[in-house]
């Protein structure tokens, strides 16, 4: 066997890469460094803009966070003692009562229905105001309305007497105790 090596035309010639000379070179550099730099701007200014286009883009607007964090119910305190402003039985019968006991709808007893009101009236009218007032059967507290104790005892013995019953017009609440200086 011999020492001498067998030339082949790759062991003659120069390896040599993409760059040829020194311009390209200092090209390649620069642009290994500008391109992901330039990506990485133009992904953060994307990304941090505060306007987007599209469906939903509304929701820093103020009328849009004033939607989401409005309360959620409210509190109205009525003064139980101008009567003015009360309810009449009937007013409150005809706005929450009539719904139900007109047409008899859940079970509930007609207005006008003598026999069915009787054993009802029968009970007294405190008995008839607790069921008004807390709800009985599928009746919900007050009927779901919206009025004071004073106008559903007015609207209860309003039903109550169209109904058969002689019962007493309530008492109008007592005016409140002012402050005293």
């Not at 082949?8 to 500008?34: C, M, R, S, W, Y």
């Not at 803009?49 to 009525?78: C, F, M, N, W, Y």
Request: glycine share 10%; net charge neutral.
């Amino acid at each position: 066997m011999s020492d001498h090596h067998h030339a082949t035309e790759h062991d003659d010639a120069p390896h040599e890469g993409p760059i040829k000379n020194v311009k390209q070179l200092i090209a390649a550099v620069i642009f290994a460094f500008i391109v992901p730099i330039a990506v990485i701007v133009l992904l953060v200014s994307r990304v941090g803009a505060d306007t987007r286009a599209g469906a939903g883009s509304d929701s820093l607007k103020p009328e849009s966070v004033a939607r989401r964090i409005q309360p959620v119910a409210t509190v109205e305190v009525k003064d139980a003692s101008d009567l003015a402003s009360l309810k009449s039985g009937e007013q409150v019968f005809t706005a929450q009562c009539s719904a139900c006991h007109t047409p008899g709808a859940a079970g509930a007893p007609k207005v006008g229905d003598n026999a069915a009101w009787a054993p009802r009236l029968a009970q007294g009218f405190d008995t008839l105001l607790n069921s008004a007032l807390k709800g009985k059967g599928a009746m919900g507290p007050q009927g779901g309305g919206d009025f004071s104790d004073f106008e559903i005892a007015r609207a209860v013995v309003f039903l109550g007497n169209k109904s058969g019953g002689k019962l007493a017009e309530p008492k109008a609440p007592a005016a409140p105790a002012s402050a005293a200086n």
